[in-house]
């Protein structure tokens, strides 16, 4: 009914820059917050950025001051931009909305599959 993809992903270099994208699509009635998370290899899956209907965000503390999330509600897509990266922000990273659907009465959780970021020191 809804799928989330994500695009953006790949090889970055430390201290440069990638901006992923995940849009929504399918029987939507709305969307309320969407997120990134993001899981590295003996990991487990962790919280990035976090952005409300009203673009309230919320970060990692990790992510703080170099990731910036947006959201383009009439696009139903959530952006991640990360500037300075790290070698620790390699991961895969997964976009999820809290999406209502046409036929439902209430917001349920939907993931992406995920894109894989990997950052070269």
């Known amino acids: 009914q809804v799928q989330l993809v994500e695009s953006g992903g790949g090889l970055g270099q430390a201290g440069g820059s990638l901006r992923l994208s995940c849009a929504a699509s399918?029987?939507?009635?709305?969307?309320?917050?969407m997120a990134w998370y993001r899981q590295a290899p003996g990991k487990q899956r962790e919280l990035v950025a976090h952005?409300?209907?009203?673009?309230?965000?919320n970060y990692a503390d990790s992510v703080k001051g170099r990731f910036a999330a947006s959201r383009d509600n009439a696009k139903n897509t959530v952006y991640l931009q990360m500037r300075s990266l790290k070698p620790e922000d390699t991961a895969v990273y997964y976009c999820?909305?809290?999406?209502?659907?046409?036929?439902?009465?209430?917001?349920?959780?939907?993931w992406g599959r995920g894109t894989q970021v990997t950052v070269s020191s």
């Open positions: 399918g029987k939507i009635f709305s969307i309320n917050d």
């Open positions: 952005i409300l209907n009203g673009a309230t965000t």
């Open positions: 999820y909305a809290s999406v209502r659907t046409l036929t439902s009465h209430k917001h349920s959780p939907f």
